[in-house]
């Protein structure tokens, strides 16, 4: 998505040869019309698979989620990292580590919000390792719902997340595509 790699390019900060700060555009500022349009590329790659909603893990995932289920008419759901009060007691979880952050959080979805036979479209801002989507999609599991294929907005092709996916033939779908941060440049594939 060329309007994705452009705001990269312009906003981007290469914290280190692994990290890419995106807080302008993603991650602490959102850019609407770039979301919004990132929600309808995904509408437009995804449609096809006739997702039942559009799962996401808080708190970046949500806006191009949201723009995502919005352009295919369908609910949006979030896994949370903390339990509120509110929270049913009966939840899906799982124990994810996050590569920016440096730590281990439980993230987890209420069961009466991912039903047996539903079909589940992942949506999220960045993949690195993988280890979120790794966890999201266990959670599908213990749902009996279905993966329906995993939309990223920046994959970092040199950390192992997307390739370990598609390595189990899930479907994976990234806007823009990350080769190297490498010298201080982002290396687009």
């Given at each position: 998505?060329?309007?994705l790699k452009q705001r990269i390019l312009e906003v981007g900060v290469i914290v280190s040869d692994q990290v890419l700060k995106l807080d302008a555009i993603l991650n602490h500022q959102v850019d609407p019309t770039l979301i919004?349009?990132?929600g309808k590329e995904f509408a437009r790659l995804f449609r096809e698979a006739k997702p039942d909603k559009v799962l996401t893990v808080e708190s970046s995932g949500i806006p191009i989620a949201?723009?995502?289920?919005?352009q295919l008419g369908v609910p949006m759901v979030?896994?949370?990292r903390k339990k509120t009060v509110t929270m049913d007691q009966d939840t899906y979880s799982e124990r994810v580590p996050s590569f920016t952050k440096g730590i281990v959080t439980d993230i987890m979805v209420s069961a009466h919000l991912l039903?047996?036979?539903?079909?589940?479209?992942?949506?999220?801002?960045?993949?690195?390792?993988g280890d979120a989507a790794r966890g999201l999609i266990r959670i599908i599991e213990k749902a009996e719902a279905e993966l329906v294929g995993v939309g990223i907005a920046v994959e970092k092709m040199f950390q192992a997340g997307g390739?370990?996916?598609?390595?189990?033939?899930?479907r994976v779908e990234s806007l823009a595509r990350i080769a190297s941060l490498a010298d201080g440049q982002i290396r687009f594939e």
């Open positions: 998505m060329e309007l919004v349009e990132m949201f723009a995502t289920a919005l979030f896994a949370r039903n047996k036979g539903e079909r589940i479209l992942l949506i999220d801002d960045f993949i690195a390792n390739r370990s996916l598609r390595e189990r033939d899930i």
